[in-house]
């Protein structure tokens, strides 16, 4: 697929005036990933009222974003360093980036629509060589392929809003194209999450999450493997698949909940151990997993419907490649779920107090897209999987229908993964995994041997 032609390129702007001043970051949004994450949508051509005139679909998608963006104003904003490896959020209306861009290829040239080199042309690149407060926080990008098909994607920083408010804002911004009220207002104050609010004293929990993830025996730094190229593949499950993991997790293993294994805590197992045996570890390599916890619902009282910003927090599960191998999956499974239950409110609390006590937040950032390699790596020996399985991901409709596919944007870190539902399958899922290519034809055999 050849490189895209762009056509039109612009700022928009808050379509009212909005609150112009600084917001306050919590400390979940200056951790983690705090650069842009891509998402992407392919549409069908539109109908024939959205092709008279030929500027119908830009124009309605500007003028409605110029609208969302008065309710969710945060992201027409511009971040800035404030020493200490910190970050505020300046509101002043400086805009969002949209831009319209033609390609030679047809959609059917992209096959079954996954992730791949090509992708690079269809997302909006955001140009880290300029300060942070030059950044838009938003970056759109329409592309129009030869058989008249669409794809729309998504850049969105991370410091400014996890998955759950990325697609709370895009999925209201549809509403709007389409003529519809605002279906839930995104809520501003991260007062709720930030450290010391409510003036309660937490006592300072064990916080693996915070600590560096293990490095291959033998190696003092992780800077070779981070160098390592890697590949991006999608793999399915049918629900029968999914079903045969749970009752391998679940066979003979007496947990320690009560309740048998979920979806997440059996598959992320299974990948977990799969990693392990494709990437050839000793038996006493150590091997941490990074599990993302929303700790919406988990707060006492949960935070308000639609809070707005970073509530997930990284929670690790450790254990030594040798133990998870030859024990049965329900071993790493069980690992898993006792990450996943200690995310309470005392837990959540006491990392935000520990995070506001740090001198510097710079290692607990991931800045890989920035050159930075001080933050944590999920690369080999480790693996961060993240659940989309309850997110309203699917049904973007900006008024010329649904797409026919969605996915993640480019993503090329080694050990990243997502497990999505399969829309096109009841009960089946969809594993998006990036690892070394080194690794990837090892890791498909003993992804599928045992469940085909």
């Given at each position: 697929m050849a490189a895209v032609s762009f056509k039109n390129r612009c700022t928009v702007k808050p379509a009212e005036p909005t609150y112009?001043?600084?917001?306050?970051?919590?400390?979940?949004?200056?951790?983690?990933?705090?650069?842009?994450?891509?998402?992407?949508?392919?549409?069908?051509?539109?109908?024939?009222?959205?092709?008279?005139?030929?500027?119908?679909?830009?124009?309605?998608?500007?003028?409605?974003?110029?609208?969302?963006?008065?309710?969710?104003?945060?992201?027409?904003?511009?971040?800035?360093?404030?020493?200490?490896?910190?970050?505020?959020?300046?509101?002043?209306?400086?805009?969002?980036?949209?831009?319209?861009?033609?390609?030679?290829?047809?959609l059917e040239d992209l096959g079954d629509l996954s992730p791949r080199p090509e992708y690079n042309y269809l997302v909006p690149a955001v140009d880290y060589t300029l300060p942070i407060q030059e950044l838009p926080l938003v970056l759109v990008?329409?592309?129009?392929?030869?058989?008249?098909?669409?794809?729309?994607?998504?850049?969105?920083?991370?410091?400014?809003?996890?998955?759950?408010?990325?697609?709370?804002?895009?999925?209201?911004?549809?509403?709007?194209?389409?003529?519809?009220?605002?279906?839930?207002?995104?809520?501003?104050?991260?007062?709720?999450?930030?450290?010391?609010?409510?003036?309660?004293?937490y006592p300072l929990l064990d916080h693996a999450e915070f600590d560096h993830p293990p490095l291959l025996i033998g190696q003092t730094d992780n800077i070779e493997e981070r160098k390592k190229k890697t590949t991006v593949c999608m793999l399915k499950l049918s629900e029968t698949q999914v079903k045969k993991l749970k009752n391998m997790a679940n066979e003979g293993h007496c947990n320690d909940i009560g309740h048998p294994f979920s979806r997440y805590e059996t598959v992320t197992g299974h990948l977990w151990r799969c990693a392990c045996k494709a990437r050839g570890h000793k038996a006493e390599q150590t091997t941490a997993l990074g599990v993302c916890v929303d700790s919406r619902s988990r707060m006492q009282p949960p935070l308000p419907l639609g809070y707005f910003g970073n509530a997930t927090l990284d929670v690790i599960a450790l254990s030594r490649s040798g133990e998870l191998v030859s024990k049965p999956l329900g071993y790493a499974s069980s690992k898993i779920r006792r990450a996943?239950?200690?995310?309470?409110?005392?837990?959540?609390?006491?990392?935000?107090?520990?995070?506001?006590?740090?001198?510097?937040?710079?290692?607990?950032?991931?800045?890989?897209?920035?050159?930075?390699?001080?933050g944590p790596f999920y690369g080999n020996p480790n693996l961060g999987v993240v659940s989309w399985l309850t997110l309203p991901i699917y049904g973007l409709d900006f008024g010329w229908g649904k797409e026919i596919h969605m996915g993640p944007g480019t993503h090329d870190f080694d050990g990243d993964s997502l497990i999505l539902p399969?829309?096109?399958?009841?009960?089946?899922?969809?594993v998006a995994l990036c690892l070394q290519v080194c690794h990837m034809e090892a890791f498909k055999k003993h992804f599928y041997e045992d469940i085909i």
């Amino acid at each position: 697929m050849a490189a895209v032609s762009f056509k039109n390129r612009c700022t928009v702007k808050p379509a009212e005036p909005t609150y112009n001043g600084i917001l306050p970051l919590s400390e979940l949004d200056q951790i983690g990933t705090i650069t842009h994450i891509p998402t992407i949508y392919f549409y069908q051509q539109p109908s024939e009222n959205w092709l008279n005139p030929s500027d119908k679909v830009f124009k309605t998608l500007k003028d409605s974003l110029s609208f969302a963006l008065v309710h969710f104003y945060p992201l027409a904003g511009r971040l800035r360093w404030i020493g200490r490896g910190r970050l505020e959020l300046e509101c002043n209306a400086a805009g969002v980036e949209l831009v319209e861009a033609e390609s030679r290829a047809k959609l059917e040239d992209l096959g079954d629509l996954s992730p791949r080199p090509e992708y690079n042309y269809l997302v909006p690149a955001v140009d880290y060589t300029l300060p942070i407060q030059e950044l838009p926080l938003v970056l759109v990008q329409l592309t129009r392929f030869q058989c008249g098909g669409i794809s729309l994607s998504f850049t969105i920083s991370h410091a400014v809003a996890d998955g759950p408010s990325a697609l709370h804002f895009i999925f209201e911004w549809a509403r709007i194209a389409r003529r519809e009220p605002l279906g839930l207002p995104p809520f501003l104050d991260r007062k709720v999450l930030q450290a010391g609010e409510p003036p309660v004293s937490y006592p300072l929990l064990d916080h693996a999450e915070f600590d560096h993830p293990p490095l291959l025996i033998g190696q003092t730094d992780n800077i070779e493997e981070r160098k390592k190229k890697t590949t991006v593949c999608m793999l399915k499950l049918s629900e029968t698949q999914v079903k045969k993991l749970k009752n391998m997790a679940n066979e003979g293993h007496c947990n320690d909940i009560g309740h048998p294994f979920s979806r997440y805590e059996t598959v992320t197992g299974h990948l977990w151990r799969c990693a392990c045996k494709a990437r050839g570890h000793k038996a006493e390599q150590t091997t941490a997993l990074g599990v993302c916890v929303d700790s919406r619902s988990r707060m006492q009282p949960p935070l308000p419907l639609g809070y707005f910003g970073n509530a997930t927090l990284d929670v690790i599960a450790l254990s030594r490649s040798g133990e998870l191998v030859s024990k049965p999956l329900g071993y790493a499974s069980s690992k898993i779920r006792r990450a996943i239950v200690s995310v309470t409110e005392e837990y959540v609390r006491s990392g935000i107090e520990y995070l506001k006590n740090q001198p510097d937040l710079t290692k607990f950032q991931d800045l890989h897209a920035l050159g930075g390699d001080e933050g944590p790596f999920y690369g080999n020996p480790n693996l961060g999987v993240v659940s989309w399985l309850t997110l309203p991901i699917y049904g973007l409709d900006f008024g010329w229908g649904k797409e026919i596919h969605m996915g993640p944007g480019t993503h090329d870190f080694d050990g990243d993964s997502l497990i999505l539902p399969n829309p096109n399958e009841d009960g089946g899922l969809i594993v998006a995994l990036c690892l070394q290519v080194c690794h990837m034809e090892a890791f498909k055999k003993h992804f599928y041997e045992d469940i085909i």
